[in-house]
């Protein structure tokens, strides 16, 4: 890792609307918190420590894959796990762009530091402006007690609320998870495949191997899958692979990427186990750029297969 990935882990970093905590291991925004992998957090922050900058596979792969021996596939998923994370979209992004054959840019605003501490910098330059440098500040006794009597007043509230809250909500949560339905072990779910060539304009490829992987793995009476109404519903939506798993009732989710080069197409299919988020299966399949509809019958078919033995 650089000097300036290992000085950004020592603090947090304000990114966009997100502030992250490296040394938690999470990100917040508002009341949302999300946790990162560990490997994953390192490419949040070499993005952010050259945020402007387009930072090369090669770099991605010196810096945090460092001593591990991986393809540029593994930047490819760990960048399109981030952005979902991030809640970015590849075609309109906020927070990394995507610089075809160059690499990546983080585009969102880095600061360090918690900026949440800015309102008592400016309460302190207001009050700068009245009394001169070098002269203390000494609070008013009536203001001291008066800000004594709001806290507890607030605090007391505070208290009042959390009661009430966990008096009313405690049964229903109960039951909610007792009515929680067990999903079936050979259950999945295939979303829609994102669509990551220079252009992006293969979105109707991408769709079409979706619909052609549901097909064909429907026609297993093994395994049990989601219609594609059901899963075409998070194309495009920014969730986890846990809350597709209870939106759904699946076990699995299967998810994948399309990518060109030259008359080279790349198909890369991966399985995930939702109730530990861990990859069970992944596979990349290369074709030549002939006829799209046979090499999505032609993956299809290999994909099927090799999830008959992964899931269990």
Partial sequence: MSSGVEQSAKGT?????????????????????????????????????????VVSIDDLLNQVWQGVVVTPDSVYQAVTSLRRL????????????TVPRRGYRMVAKVSHGDEHALPVIAQTAANEA???????????????????????????????????????????????????????????AVIPFLDLTDTMNEEPFADGMTEELI??????????VASPTSSFYFKGKQVTVADISKALNVAYVLDGSVRKSGNTLRVAARLVRADDG?????????????????????IASEVAKALKGSIR
């Fill in 13 to 53: 970093l304000r990114i966009g609307d997100w502030i992250v905590s490296p040394m938690a291991g999470h990100m917040t925004r508002g009341d949302e918190t999300v946790r990162l992998e560990a490997r994953t957090m390192r490419l949040l922050l070499c993005l952010a420590e050259n945020a402007g900058q």
């Fill in 130 to 188: 009245f009394h001169p440098p070098g002269q203390a500040i000494k609070p008013r006794s009536g203001s001291r007690r008066l800000y004594t009597k709001l806290l507890a007043i607030v605090c007391l509230l505070i208290a009042a609320c959390t009661a009430f809250y966990f008096l009313t909500k405690q049964r229903p949560l109960q039951q909610t998870a007792a009515a929680a339905v067990t999903p079936d072990p050979k259950s999945i």
């Fill in 278 to 298: 861990f990859v069970v299966w992944s596979q990349t399949y290369d074709r030549s750029w002939d006829d799209k509809l046979m090499i999505q019958d032609d």
């Fill in 86 to 97: 991030l809640g970015d979209d590849p075609k309109q992004p906020v927070y990394i762009a």
């Fill in 215 to 224: 097909d064909r793995l429907s026609q297993s009476k093994e395994l049990h």
